[in-house]
């Protein structure tokens, strides 16, 4: 007497990937009752508005300075075409770049540090390519092979682009300081850009040490931690902001947007920068 709960037998090929022989035969393609694919749609709506955005930006070469604020995406502008920025602090390191706007050479670091990140992997496998769309719920695909094959392999160099990382945020804090003066280079100014770089720069700084390359640097491969307090009292400080890294992962983006889009208004006369003192 048959009771439902035996294994089936000769069902036929199956298909592979989490529907081959060896997994149980669930014909429903998942179990889930809940909107489980308004979290990643809204993944994919949010980064893919930021990459629409960003690009925008990075083409204009235009509008991404405004004394004394110079925009997070063509910071530090090192090219002689930022005209934008003479008298203001402007290197002119590299020439003309052949014409290309700065923003694209610099978003080169901190977009690699943020594609390469443990949870912008997740957010846009699952928002983009539906590996998987959600918990409990299986991916179309046929067969995975994780990041092992180009071009996924070259997620390991995560930890590099952390470096980089780095070093932009150190250029932004130096921004964030140099927005303490007014358009005439003087200092003890205050106006709400200076604000809205002071939240930006606490954010890219608080998402930069939440990385998990970062909590590996710090504590990693300590056998003994009483052997090593000093790194042990900074791995746990890490950990409680990797605990939060996906929300400040959000926060930083959205800031060091809006930060840019600020410097945009000013820089096209939308506006005049509001002075505090």
Not at 96 to 104: D, F, H, R, T, Y
Not at 253 to 265: E, G, K, N, P, R
Request: glycine share 8%; aromatic share 16%.
């Amino acid at each position: 007497m048959a009771t439902g709960t035996e294994p089936q037998q000769n069902a036929g090929p199956r298909p592979g990937g989490v529907r081959e022989g060896s997994r149980a035969a669930i014909a429903a393609p998942h179990l889930r009752t809940d909107r489980w694919w308004l979290a990643p749609a809204g993944t994919a709506l949010g980064l893919l508005a930021f990459v629409v955005y960003s690009t925008w930006r990075a083409f204009a070469n235009a509008d991404y300075y405004a004394a004394p604020y110079v925009s997070p995406f063509y910071s530090p502008c090192l090219a002689d075409n930022c005209h934008e920025m003479r008298g203001g602090p402007n290197i002119g390191l590299f020439g003309e770049w052949w014409g290309l706007s700065p923003a694209l050479i610099i978003l080169i670091f901190p977009l690699g540090f943020r594609l390469t990140c443990y949870y912008y992997r997740k957010a846009y496998y699952r928002g983009f390519w539906a590996s998987p769309p959600a918990c409990a719920v299986a991916e179309p695909h046929k067969k995975y092979t994780g990041e092992t094959r180009f071009p996924l392999i070259l997620q390991n160099i995560h930890r590099y682009f952390f470096y980089a990382a780095v070093l932009v945020a150190l250029v932004l804090s130096w921004d964030t300081l140099l927005g303490f003066r007014d358009a005439h280079y003087e200092w003890g100014h205050m106006g709400l850009g200076t604000l809205v770089f002071l939240v930006n720069i606490v954010l890219i700084w608080a998402y930069t040490l939440s990385c998990h390359s970062c909590r590996h640097i710090v504590g990693g491969r300590l056998k003994h931690f009483s052997r090593h307090p000093v790194r042990y009292r900074l791995w746990g400080w890490v950990g409680k902001l990797n605990a939060r890294h996906m929300q400040l992962a959000w926060a930083s983006l959205i800031s060091v947007a809006l930060a840019d889009f600020y410097v945009y208004l000013l820089a096209s006369g939308a506006f005049t920068d509001p002075r505090l003192f």
